[in-house]
């Protein structure tokens, strides 16, 4: 049974599961309308203007579920929204969200429809279950116009109502004057001259549900999204500390919530909230260790979603110079000091020992990572970022007002490519492009900076691509391999080939070729002095007249590659910058520990403008 536009003419005496899921779906409808007003109002907990995106990312999971479904009771849609927005949660506001739904659904398991009182009572029970939710409860937010809501629901039903819509009426004009006292609540509100952002969003919810109720018509659902209005530099600080936003879904039978909670409230960390049940539970905190948070999750049930968004990056959005963003995967060796002087994005590759999963670079330094090849007994694996690992960087990004230039390791190496283009074109194709940088390590590194220093020059996104493709060739990557070993088990060489290096005593010297597949070009004869060959190899290809930069990239051999770094920056002397760094785990589990890599680009900095 369908909502009605009669029924606005008339007392709605009971909600079942078919009115129950039009009215939210409209609602949530009126949320992705409201979207970008949302962003722009974020100040707290931390100003990072994505509270929108959180919670539309939260609801389009909810939503996914509903049309997915077909001739439910109620208690089972609820289960199956609280499920999906379990699964679905994002920042802070979107797991309080999901905690909500999850409350409905535990109290009306028993309910196959609702009349006033029922409702007014499993809304107390999805407002107490988000106050629950949180380590340490905030008013001024979302929970508080959860409550207030809910309170005017359960006054009404004690008055004796008995008519649904006038009792949501007064909810919701309850609910309005809920936010708008929210500054009162908050200094950090008060001081920015916004009201809560999260709280806005579920008057939102509630402004579509009503706006259904009074119409009967479904509004129409819209991807688009115009830009939010940036903030004023300098406006909010970014994080001093607790600086990466991170999640996870834990999966289990008779899952430990509270000690779950309490074992995160002893970290370091802030920000906490705890959303599920006895099954699964959806875990948010900001912290300095990602890797720690997970490390302790995984000690309650299994792992199958986790993330860490660096929130100082997020805020950096504020003051981005130029109109595109380069963003790129953890295959790229990139140094730490450029990441955060152009503002690079780089979505991790993950890494997996047996079970346990480990996100590139992030929870899994290559420290870290080469202190456990030693003892693990299974070799690791490596896989592609999973596409909301993508969605999310994309939708942060052009919420912002920014178009995006994506610069892939090689898809003859790794499926991340694929994986990051078919979510570009889910997400905004229009303002969202993804090349193929036919490289990966130090030579993609090189790439992603020379386009992040030409689009902080105010270069446009399709003449930074143009420029890249045309000038491929100028960034070469040239890998000194001393034990083929791990490139047989990782599947990147043939057995033949490891065997004859190991007989001849030869170190080959790998290279991308002109398509992205990785080849020898070279070999480096006997065991003694490598290094010092290696060096003679690369500088033969030097061109004297040129200007090159260089990044050198190491697994576990970092005075070979600052023994590289001497013989180059000595034996040519036009080298603009020559950087030292760790290459990423997830290309230390193919090549093993010991080997170096170099890549090189004939520099040409880019003009202060491109036309």
């Known amino acids: 049974m369908n909502w009605s536009p009669n029924d606005v003419t008339r007392a709605i005496s009971h909600v079942d599961a078919d009115r129950f899921e039009q009215a939210l779906l409209a609602g949530i409808a009126n949320v992705f309308r409201r979207r970008d007003h949302i962003n722009a109002i974020n100040v707290f907990p931390v100003a990072d203007s994505d509270t929108g995106t959180n919670l539309a990312f939260t609801l389009a999971s909810v939503r996914r579920a509903i049309e997915g479904g077909r001739d439910r009771s109620l208690p089972d849609l609820l289960r199956q929204v ?22 409905l659904s535990e109290s009306g398991r028993d309910f196959q429809v609702l009349d006033g009182p029922r409702l007014a009572r499993v809304s107390a029970a999805g407002a107490r279950s988000a106050w629950s939710a949180m380590s340490d409860p905030v008013p001024g937010t979302l929970p508080t116009v959860l409550e207030d809501f809910a309170d005017e629901l359960v006054q009404r039903a004690r008055d004796g109502a008995d008519d649904i819509g006038e009792m949501f009426r007064y909810g919701l004009e309850r609910a309005r004057r809920s936010l708008a006292g929210t500054p009162d609540q908050l200094a950090a509100l008060r001081d920015a001259g916004v009201v809560d952002a999260g709280a806005q969003g579920f008057v939102d919810l509630l402004e ?12 129409r659902f819209s991807g688009e999204a115009a830009p939010p209005p940036p903030a004023a530099a300098g406006d909010h600080a970014a994080p001093d500390r607790h600086r990466f936003c991170t999640e996870c879904l834990i ?20 920000s906490l909230v705890v959303a599920g049940g006895e099954r699964r539970a959806r875990v948010h905190i900001h912290t300095d260790s990602p890797g720690e948070v997970f490390g302790l999750c995984s000690e309650f049930g299994e792992l199958t979603q986790q993330k860490a968004d660096d929130m100082n990056r997020q805020h950096g959005l504020m003051n981005h110079a130029g109109r595109v963003a380069i963003l790129t995967d953890s295959a790229a ?27 590139d670079k992030l929870t899994m330094t290559p420290s870290q990572f080469y202190a456990r090849l ?20 994309y939708e942060l990004l052009t919420s912002h007002g920014l178009e995006v230039l994506g610069i892939q390791i090689a898809g003859r190496l790794s499926g991340t490519l694929q994986a990051a283009r078919r979510t570009a074109e889910r997400v905004d194709p229009d303002r969202i492009e993804v090349m193929d940088s036919r490289n990966a390590a130090c030579g993609q590194g090189l790439m992603v900076l020379w386009a992040a220093e030409a689009a902080a020059r105010g270069w446009e996104r399709v003449a930074i691509r143009a420029h890249l493709t045309e000038n491929r060739d100028a960034f070469r990557t040239f890998a000194l391999a001393r034990d083929l070993s791990w490139g047989v088990r990782g599947g990147r060489a043939k057995p033949w080939m490891e065997k004859l290096a190991r007989t001849l005593r030869l170190n080959p010297i790998l290279t991308a070729s002109t398509d992205g597949e990785l080849v020898a070009r070279g070999v480096i004869a006997g065991r003694g002095r490598t290094v010092e060959k290696f060096a003679r190899y690369l500088l033969r290809r030097m061109d004297a007249g040129s200007t090159y930069r260089v990044i050198i990239s190491h697994t576990d051999a970092e005075a070979d590659a600052r023994a590289l770094r001497k013989r180059i920056l000595a034996g040519h002397p036009q080298v603009d910058a020559c950087w030292v760094v760790e290459a990423s785990p997830a290309v230390g589990a193919h090549a093993g520990p010991g080997t170096l890599i170099a890549g090189m680009h004939v520099w040409q900095p880019p003009e202060s403008r491109h036309d």
């Open 208 to 219: 579509g549900v009503w706006c259904y109720m009074r119409t009967g018509r479904m509004p």
């Open 374 to 393: 030693a003892d693990s007994p299974v070799h690791p694996q490596t896989s592609q970022p999973p596409p909301a690992d993508f969605r999310r960087q």
């Open 333 to 359: 060796d990139l140094p730490a000091e450029e990441i955060e002087r152009l503002g690079i994005h780089v979505v991790s590759v993950r890494l997996n020992f047996g079970e346990e999963e480990f996100l």
């Open 251 to 270: 999966e289990g039978n008779g899952l430990d919530v509270a000690g779950l909670r309490s074992s995160l409230e002893a970290l370091d960390a802030s």
């Open 82 to 103: 609280a499920d999906a927005a379990l699964d679905g949660a994002r920042g802070n506001s979107g797991a309080i969200m999901a905690q909500y739904f999850q409350g």
